[in-house]
């Protein structure tokens, strides 16, 4: 089977632009969450959907949003972004709504320049 | 609110030399506990994890933890590393639902 996929793999945006990240979740899982890895730093809990419903966020600007869709894919979606965006941005997904069973992706890597 | 603290934000060792990587957390609730390792450039990878029962857990390429609640630590050991092993390892943990908090990671440098 298939991990947790995610695209672009890398890409470079300019400030204020807007971006999209996706992530296909591994089949079956119907929770995926959504992490900002700055380097140097640990991954910071950003959003949780599960059956297609925001079930948690963290602490980012309304900037960020997200959401999944009918086949669990998710869209991390970034408007106005900043250099501090710079980030690896990592999905996981997992069979239930707890955050014990995550699978995570080898992550988005996005250079705001 | 919980927190993890990784001690030692690099740790450097010799190839064949035992290694253990320091992770204290605070909670107020129970918790489940995590071990994560991130090699260059990529995603990460479950090492361990603790949800209930045995304190010590253990993963398929030896590396060990013992959840400690007194200490309320969770420190990850292995008895003798390889090269491989090098990477970033990640404390984390999580109260039950949505959200891991992660440790800001420790490098593990092996060298032969």
């Known amino acids: 089977d298939a991990g947790v996929t995610q695209s672009p793999t890398h890409l470079i945006k300019t400030r204020g632009q807007h971006v999209t990240l996706r992530c296909s979740p591994i089949?079956?899982?119907?929770?995926v969450s959504w992490y900002q890895q700055v380097l140097g730093q640990g991954p910071q809990f950003i959003f949780q959907?599960?059956?297609?419903?925001?079930?948690g966020r963290g602490n980012f600007p309304d900037r960020f949003s997200a959401r999944q869709f009918p086949n669990y894919s998710s869209e991390l979606n970034v408007n106005a972004l900043l250099l501090g965006d710079s980030a690896l941005y990592l999905c996981?997904?997992?069979?239930?709504?707890?955050?014990?069973?995550?699978?995570f992706g080898s992550g988005t890597r996005l250079t705001v320049v | 609110a919980q927190s993890v603290t990784q001690l030692d934000s690099q740790v450097p060792v010799f190839e064949e030399a035992p290694v253990e990587l320091r992770c204290n957390y605070s909670?107020?609730?129970?918790?489940?506990l995590f071990w994560y390792v991130q090699y260059p450039n990529q995603g990460l990878q479950l090492l361990l994890k603790?949800?209930?029962?045995?304190?010590l857990v253990e993963s398929i390429n030896g590396f060990e933890a013992e959840f400690n609640k007194s200490q309320t630590s969770f420190h990850l050991r292995k008895p003798s590393v390889h090269i491989s092993d090098t990477a970033e390892y990640f404390c984390?943990?999580?109260?039950?639902?949505?959200?891991?908090?992660f440790g800001t990671g420790t490098r593990l440098l092996v060298s032969p």
């Open positions: 959907y599960y059956e297609k419903e925001e079930r």
């Open positions: 984390a943990v999580n109260t039950g639902f949505q959200k891991l908090v």
């Open positions: 909670s107020s609730v129970s918790v489940y």
């Open positions: 603790y949800l209930s029962g045995s304190t």
């Open positions: 089949s079956g899982h119907k929770s």
């Open positions: 996981a997904s997992s069979t239930e709504q707890g955050a014990w069973g995550y699978t």
